[in-house]
């Protein structure tokens, strides 16, 4: 059964950085663009940043756009999300997917067209 697990989150000052991982076990793991989604307690869950399945393509929403990189490494099925000058409205629980359906290997900014979520892992940014 294939599964995705984050790592990386914590508590950082504002203006600092951190880094998720998201690793999936299984096979097949280039063929599925990865996204970045967070929530916060009462919120909707959004949009952060995907990655195309070969690492061409990215996108990012606007509020981190500039701040954030996401990257992936096909060889280790891993995807990243290096998060620079943080702020408060950061603070969220952050979760990676795998996108499904016959795109799946490029990038959506649409939780509805991805089927497998990781646990979640929470950052917190401290003012």
């Known amino acids: 059964q294939v599964q995705l697990v984050e790592s990386g989150g914590g508590l950082v000052q504002a203006g600092g950085s951190l880094r998720l991982f998201c690793t999936a076990s299984?096979?097949?793991?280039?063929?599925?663009?990865m996204g970045w989604f967070r929530q916060v307690p009462g919120k909707e869950r959004e949009f952060v940043s995907a990655?195309?399945?070969?690492?061409?393509?990215?996108s990012y929403a606007d509020s981190v756009k500039g701040r954030f990189t996401i990257s992936r490494d096909n060889s280790r099925n891993t995807v990243s999300l290096q998060m620079n000058s943080l702020k408060p409205e950061d603070t969220a629980v952050y979760f990676c997917?795998?996108?499904?359906?016959?795109?799946?290997?490029?990038?959506?900014?649409?939780?509805?067209?991805?089927?497998?979520w990781g646990q979640g892992t929470q950052v917190t940014v401290s003012s």
């Open positions: 990655i195309s399945g070969g690492a061409v393509t990215a």
């Open positions: 299984g096979p097949t793991f280039s063929s599925y663009a």
């Open positions: 997917a795998r996108r499904y359906g016959s795109g799946r290997s490029g990038v959506s900014r649409f939780e509805a067209e991805y089927d497998l």
